[in-house]
């Protein structure tokens, strides 16, 4: 590649096969040529105001008539007498489908264009970045998972929570984002995201779960949300280091006795400290404001001599002071934060016993908590904590309100005292849940929850829904269940629509599994091209570059209308890992799914052929767009790339010119 | 020098004479005898033209050719200019200085092929300027206007004709030699365009923190149109002799009590209602508002303010409210105080091409002395 014609910066996922097809037909192409790109991935992500991607002349008009926008381009430069060869590029719905009239008008007018379309059938979707994801290792930020992680996911057979690694993270840029609210749970997604709601298939007939994506989730549908999830291991602390006499400015220690894991009475203690304490290194110094003679100051100092094999060593009328490096070390280690704004729940907090994260609540409650009739309040100014605190509470089968937040601004009276800044707050309500007596009504309580036998999951009705601005998105891939929880909803991590080139049987939200994915075969749009008896129609794969660029070569050199067709992966709506985007490029070839072949001035010849076509089976096992198909589909799927290849060959022997059909 | 021509063949010629680049066309009536002209005196002129499937590819091929730096043109009606919607918006927005003349014609369902002006009317709010002409000989001027106009201002440009009246009239027209129209319009050469020597981008993705500010330009541009839009129709007064109105045209105005408003070629046929009614000594005048979009608000406020009543005539419906026209004028009419303000009745009528006879519109003069208000149906 001698100049680069297609900048870094372009918001495409890692490992994306249309974004590889841009890059090097447009390195085949040279820099001599003008740009008329379809509204679709390659566009979003590529021209960004006020950035783009493109180093050669580029005009994006629409979604439908880009092959007529073209057509003028080309018009023009005829006329102005101006150099450069005019050039179409479209996604596999922009040229295939809803761009279908604009094509077939240029082809037949013979325009003097070349027509180039990546067929890769994807439209990606995506959760705020603000989302909180169950992990292996307690709760996390969407943003912060990485690659290897192993997340929960929802088994969709035994419908248990299970661990499945986390085998990609996408950036998908600014989206607008809605916000989905149940009784107990909330949650912010893009509106073609999926969610897995209960289908009632009516009396006496087994209900079942689907997928359906938010944009057409009414109020009322049942989502899947978590209700319990005990990983039950207390958590072991790492090793910190400990101050002891002689260290530098060392001189006296207070001794104190750091417990190797968690404990009920420690996760009280911490609750406590989350509510109302402090810690200082420096000053070697961890406080509680507990006032004297309050029940809460006398359970603390029990606590902490029980714990630490300590004394609290100073104590006034509100405060009192343990003056211990060590124990200020410990407990700043745990994550819990520092200020009343930055408090939060580390995600460790998520993994232990549910004893001990009763505990910590009741620890939490004592201070900054009171109880109203059966249901408990807990205040607090920091949001992420009531956020992770509402989380956590999900994880224990208790009931939870949604986060009740105001500002209070300035000069506003509170108990005889204004306000000197303005102050945020809120408060969460929860209560212990009350068994439903199942056995005594068993038809009626399964009928309004469908899972309420399991142990780990169970329905909610969706309360509303509504817009709330744009905000950055991400998405997540996970193998095998493609499926992940996230504010503790079950969610599905990717989606992809039907178009004209999706091929048999591969499944999609609008072609599902639970269809069979689509009943029709892939729309073949070289033939097409054909029949317009343009003067070049051909495929080529981003698998075999070589080929690509030889095709894009010849292409150039001709003149009327030359239409290259390019297969290009996009492993988020074909479900494969995104490292393996060229290979599947190339075994779709390699076992017939996908033929390289050019038809020149009317007449068929094979560009790449294999001696002999590969099985079928793995390229389709590799992929989870075909994972729902039966060994029936897979032999249909086998036969129909025979019959093709030995059909092509026939027509290759035939010299049968496609010029004379007109 | 005069001939005598029909309205259709006069456009394609007067727009041949404008030199431009490319041309694309699918042919709907009543404006298809325009492109079949074009294609025929094509060989003489030289203009690249594209016989497009549909009127989308037609404004689409457009969009390509102006942005690689071509002068454009093309020529639609009613279902067509609808199919355009979509394109308008973008073309406008991309800031394309297209030209386009429409044919007035209704809108389906049911389907009509006569006037009235409901199809352009319907995209006032694409950003395009839209310029209606009472007869040929204004369209043919409005026409070598509008190139100027557009290319000048970066804004794409509507002549609106009415659909047979017009298109298939017949009459004496003022056309204007090679020499004349070279001589006023200057060759397109755009600040920017689709070059391999510069590569631009063209209809970047714009996201929430820019897109309203984009808009925002958009909306100035077009408002502040107006200065350019006046002072390209006094050059070409100057240049052609020919009197100009470049926003609204008064007639009989100056002592007038009573105002009939109207666009379109249905102002030649209130201009004859207002002389009977003023052989009659009646205190009558016309109001024909030229340039619909941007909307001369305060030129249409000064003529109507301290009259005692309107009647806007107009042959469209802004189905569910009022006539599209009256509407408008009644919004123009906001900051004139409640004693100046005549009273307004908003007068549908000519819809699919439905005959209005002088009698008609000399008649709504009755109602207008009761100064009734509201809509009527003629």
Sequence with gaps: MEKELYFKGHKSCPGCGPAIAIRNLLAGLGEDIIVSLATGCMEVTSTKYPNSTWNVPLIHSLFENTPAVASGVSRALKHEKKKGVSVCVGGDGGIYDIGFGALSGAMERNEDMVCICYDNECYANCLSRSTLIMTEHGIKKIMEIKEGDKIYAFNQKTYRPILKKCTGVFDNGEKPVFELETSHHSIKATSNHPFLILKRNGRGKQNTLIWKTLAKINIGDEVVVLKNLEIAESFRFKNIRLSKKGDYKVNKINFISIPEKSSPELMEYLGMYVGDGWCRIKKAETGFALPEKSKERKRLIWLHSRIFKNRVSRTDSNYLYINSVNLARFIDSMGFGHGAKNKTIPEWVFTIPKEEKKAFVRGLVSTDGYKVENSFRFVSSSRDLLNRLRLLLQTMNYRVGKIHWRKTKKGTKIVYRNLLEDTEGGYICFSEKKEWNIKKYPSQYTYQNFLIRNQYFEMEKVKYKKLIGTEPTLDLRVEGEHNFIADGIVVHNTGVQRSGATPFLASTTTSPAEVGGKHEWKKNVAFIATAHAVPYSATASIGFLPDFEKKLKKAKAMTGFRFIVVHAPCFLSWRFPNNQTVGVARSAVECGLWNLFEIENGLFKFTYSPAELKPVEPYLKLQGRYKHISAEGTNEIQEHAKRVREELKKLEESKINFQYFL | ?378
């Excluded at chain 2, 404006?31 to 025929?40: A, K, W």
């Excluded at chain 2, 249409?300 to 569910?320: H, N, P, T, W």
């Excluded at chain 2, 307004?344 to 009528?349: G, N, S």
């Design chain 2, 1 to 378: 020098m005069k001939k005598i021509m029909e309205g259709s063949i006069a456009v394609a010629h007067v727009t041949a004479l404008c030199r431009p680049g490319v041309i694309a066309a699918y042919p709907i009536t009543p404006s298809t005898h325009i492109p079949e002209e074009l294609s025929r005196i094509q060989p003489q002129y030289g203009y690249e033209f594209v016989d497009v499937e549909s009127e989308l590819s037609a404004i689409s091929a457009l969009i390509g050719a102006s942005a690689a730096g071509s002068r454009t043109f093309t020529a639609t009606s009613s279902q067509g200019l609808l199919l355009m919607h979509e394109a308008l918006h973008n073309a406008a927005g991309m800031r394309l200085p297209l030209v386009m003349a429409v044919a007035n014609r209704a809108v389906s369902a049911p389907i009509n092929i006569w006037n009235d002006w409901q199809d352009s009317l319907s995209q006032r709010d694409t950003g395009w300027i839209q310029l209606y002409c009472k007869n040929n000989q204004e369209t043919v001027d409005t026409l070598i206007q509008a190139f100027k106009i557009a290319e000048a201002s970066l804004i794409p440009t509507m002549v609106c004709f009415d659909g047979f009246f017009l298109t298939h009239e017949i009459s004496p027209l003022e056309i204007p030699s090679q020499e004349e129209v070279d001589s006023f319009l200057p060759k397109f050469s755009p600040a920017s365009s689709l070059d391999i020597g510069n590569p631009l981008t063209f209809g970047a993705f714009v996201s929430p923190e820019h897109y309203q500010g984009l808009k925002e330009m958009q909306q100035e541009d077009l408002l502040s149109s107006v200065k350019t839009i006046k002072e390209v129709a006094a050059e070409f007064e100057k240049k052609f002799k020919r009197k100009q109105f470049p926003f609204v045209e008064e007639y009989c105005t100056e002592d007038a009590d009573y105002l009939f408003a109207t666009m379109g070629s249905l102002a030649e046929n209130a201009e004859r209602a207002v002389d009977s009614l003023r052989e009659k000594k009646e205190k009558v005048g016309l109001l024909r508002i030229k340039c619909f979009r941007p909307f001369p608000g305060k030129e249409i406020a000064g003529v109507l303010e301290g009259r005692k009543g309107i009647a806007v005539i107009e042959k469209d419906l802004s189905l569910g409210n009022e006539g599209i026209l009256a509407n408008e004028i009644k919004a123009a009419l906001c900051g004139v105080s409640e004693k100046k303000k005549p009273s307004l009745l908003d007068v549908i009528c000519g819809l699919g091409g439905k005959d209005v006879p002088l009698k008609v519109i000399a008649n709504l003069y009755q109602d207008l002395k009761k100064n009734r208000c509201g809509t009527i149906w003629v």
